[in-house]
């Protein structure tokens, strides 16, 4: 469910991330504020708005705790362009590897699908009557009143069919009754041969030392110069009329508005969160070059900061973009990135490690709790899963057992868990459908036992 920023106070943003994540509490705070803060920015004078600073987040914790969920949810949730990247994916200029000014084109690339999707629904209607008209075209060849093109039996440049009837005049009783059978989904299954085009890009050269990203920004165009290959295609009367719909709306829908529109939108309420930062930060006692590292670092701190970016669709001022980090930092610490760009992300907020009785509640209470996936996808071989109270006890106790004496991986270890409690009944539920197989917690046991009790075989498996 997407909702668009003003329609969210602080409170309502962390109820809707507490559906689906459990606890973090302050986490959800600083997440909400920001978020509520951008849309308050654009309430203030335009002198005031320049002035105000995005308040950039670091959230620290260990893995499986939350923070890439917190993410998702977030994406789910927000009407503003949002992009997930990370950090370890970049290197320094210079070096094979993406660019850190990649993920700008990366969240305007997103922007522009937003706003062409807004802008198609507006001219929906009218897209829809175009489509229909052509679709009738391609039924009843001749029969729109244009003057047709010699040589074809179309009437639009982009389509072509075989005439099946004999001309008719537009507004006919003949069209108006295809009109009305093509309404009602009589003509669905109806073969019809239309004219598609395919863009395709012509052949270029790459040089050393350029990057794809650095020719992304010419790339966007050479499409409408170069053309399309036309491919005449034979569909259905359904297939034809979606694919008539689609150019229609490309064609009603202004795309240089749509490019404005997108880059004011990035500028204004644009969010990049950036997951693993501290996979970038220097660590002590390092030697040799590495370019994804410190080097990443400072190429992204202009970025943060504020910096004229060229886009396919334009430049883009990252002045005022959100930025929120994430990462374990179990091997380094927030000091260990440059100070310049500590600066930029004022506000630390700490996630807690998992309880047991955070792992209860996560089986338990999100709306995509593990339990109601693995019952529902059960279901579909009709075996109904009864887990008891104790075996998600039991579960929770085991996965806080495991991570405690092995590598702590949060939340993630009870996916490890209920795969190895449920392999069984997994394997065999298309033999056993109309069953119902209770889960309690001598079946837990049974069923980790051996691993459970074998340390060393624990390491691997669990």
Same mark, same amino acid.
């Given at each position: 469910?997407?909702?668009?920023?003003?329609?969210?106070?602080?409170?309502?943003? @962390?109820?809707?991330?507490?559906?689906?994540?459990?606890?973090?509490?302050?986490?959800?705070?600083?997440?909400?504020?920001?978020?509520?803060?951008?849309?308050?920015?654009?309430?203030?004078?335009?002198?005031?708005?320049?002035?105000?600073?995005?308040?950039?987040?670091?959230?620290?914790?260990?893995?499986?705790?939350?923070? %890439?969920?917190?993410?998702? +949810?977030?994406? +789910?949730?927000?009407?503003?362009?949002?992009?997930?990247?990370?950090?370890?994916?970049?290197?320094?200029?210079?070096?094979?590897?993406?660019?850190?000014?990649?993920?700008?084109?990366?969240?305007?690339?997103?922007?522009?699908?937003?706003?062409?999707?807004?802008?198609?629904?507006?001219?929906?209607?009218?897209?829809?009557?175009?489509?229909?008209?052509?679709?009738?075209?391609?039924?009843?060849?001749?029969?729109?009143?244009?003057?047709? =093109?010699?040589?074809?039996?179309?009437?639009?440049?982009? @389509?072509?069919?075989?005439?099946?009837?004999?001309?008719?005049? =537009?507004?006919?009783?003949?069209?108006?009754? /295809?009109?009305?059978?093509?309404?009602?989904?009589?003509?669905?299954?109806?073969?019809?041969?239309?004219?598609?085009?395919?863009?395709?890009?012509? #052949?270029?050269?790459?040089?050393?030392?350029?990057?794809?990203?650095?020719?992304?920004?010419?790339?966007?165009?050479?499409?409408?110069? /170069?053309?399309?290959?036309?491919?005449?295609?034979?569909?259905?009367?359904?297939?034809?009329?979606?694919?008539?719909?689609?150019?229609?709306?490309?064609?009603? @829908?202004?795309?240089?508005?749509?490019?404005?529109?997108?880059?004011?939108?990035?500028?204004?309420?644009?969010?990049?969160?950036?997951? !693993?930062?501290?996979?970038?930060?220097?660590?002590?006692?390092?030697?040799?070059?590495?370019?994804?590292?410190?080097?990443?670092?400072?190429?992204?701190?202009?970025?943060?900061?504020?910096?004229?970016?060229?886009?396919?669709?334009?430049?883009?001022?990252?002045?005022?973009?959100?930025?929120?980090?994430?990462? #374990?930092?179990?091997?380094? =610490?927030?000091?260990?990135?440059?100070?310049?760009?500590?600066?930029? /992300?004022?506000?630390?907020?700490?996630?807690?490690?998992?309880?047991?009785?955070?792992?209860?509640?996560?089986?338990?209470?999100?709306?995509?709790?593990?339990?109601?996936?693995?019952?529902?996808?059960? =279901?579909?071989?009709?075996?109904?899963?009864? /887990?008891?109270?104790?075996?998600?006890?039991?579960?929770?106790?085991?996965?806080?057992?495991?991570?405690?004496?092995?590598?702590?991986?949060?939340?993630?270890?009870?996916? %490890?868990?209920?795969?190895?409690?449920? !392999?069984?009944?997994?394997?065999? #539920?298309?033999?056993?459908?109309?069953?119902?197989?209770?889960?309690?917690?001598?079946?837990?046991?049974?069923?980790?036992?051996?691993?459970?009790?074998?340390?060393?075989?624990?390491?691997?498996?669990?």
């Amino acid at each position: 469910m997407k909702i668009d920023l003003d329609q969210l106070t602080p409170k309502e943003i @962390v109820t809707e991330l507490d559906k689906y994540i459990i606890g973090q509490q302050k986490a959800k705070k600083a997440v909400a504020i920001a978020l509520r803060n951008r849309m308050r920015r654009l309430l203030l004078s335009e002198d005031m708005r320049d002035e105000v600073a995005p308040k950039n987040i670091i959230m620290i914790g260990p893995t499986g705790v939350g923070k %890439t969920e917190i993410a998702r +949810r977030l994406s +789910r949730l927000c009407g503003a362009p949002f992009i997930k990247v990370e950090a370890t994916k970049y290197t320094e200029v210079g070096y094979v590897g993406r660019d850190v000014e990649s993920m700008i084109r990366d969240l305007v690339a997103v922007s522009v699908s937003m706003v062409k999707t807004e802008l198609q629904v507006a001219v929906q209607e009218e897209a829809q009557k175009r489509a229909e008209e052509a679709v009738l075209d391609l039924l009843l060849p001749g029969s729109s009143g244009k003057q047709e =093109k010699p040589g074809t039996g179309a009437t639009d440049p982009s @389509v072509e069919t075989t005439p099946v009837l004999a001309p008719q005049a =537009k507004g006919s009783s003949t069209r108006e009754k /295809f009109r009305d059978m093509l309404r009602k989904g009589e003509l669905d299954d109806k073969s019809v041969e239309v004219q598609i085009t395919h863009k395709q890009f012509p #052949a270029i050269e790459i040089f050393s030392g350029t990057s794809f990203e650095e020719m992304d920004v010419n790339l966007g165009n050479l499409g409408n110069i /170069f053309g399309g290959r036309k491919k005449r295609k034979r569909t259905t009367v359904k297939r034809a009329r979606e694919i008539l719909l689609a150019d229609e709306m490309d064609k009603l @829908v202004d795309m240089d508005r749509v490019s404005e529109m997108a880059i004011e939108r990035v500028e204004q309420m644009g969010i990049i969160f950036l997951d !693993e930062i501290d996979k970038i930060a220097a660590r002590e006692n390092r030697s040799g070059v590495d370019v994804s590292r410190e080097g990443v670092q400072r190429d992204i701190l202009p970025i943060v900061e504020g910096s004229k970016v060229n886009t396919s669709q334009g430049m883009v001022d990252t002045s005022h973009i959100l930025f929120i980090a994430a990462g #374990a930092f179990h091997m380094s =610490k927030p000091s260990d990135l440059i100070p310049e760009l500590q600066g930029r /992300f004022p506000l630390r907020v700490e996630l807690q490690a998992l309880t047991s009785e955070d792992f209860v509640n996560i089986l338990t209470q999100p709306r995509n709790a593990l339990i109601k996936q693995y019952k529902e996808l059960l =279901k579909t071989e009709n075996v109904e899963l009864d /887990f008891s109270e104790d075996a998600i006890h039991r579960i929770s106790e085991i996965a806080t057992e495991v991570n405690a004496s092995t590598e702590n991986i949060g939340a993630r270890r009870l996916h %490890t868990i209920l795969e190895l409690v449920l !392999e069984e009944v997994s394997f065999n #539920a298309p033999d056993i459908g109309g069953q119902t197989i209770a889960i309690t917690s001598n079946y837990v046991d049974e069923r980790l036992k051996n691993i459970v009790e074998d340390q060393d075989l624990a390491r691997f498996i669990l």
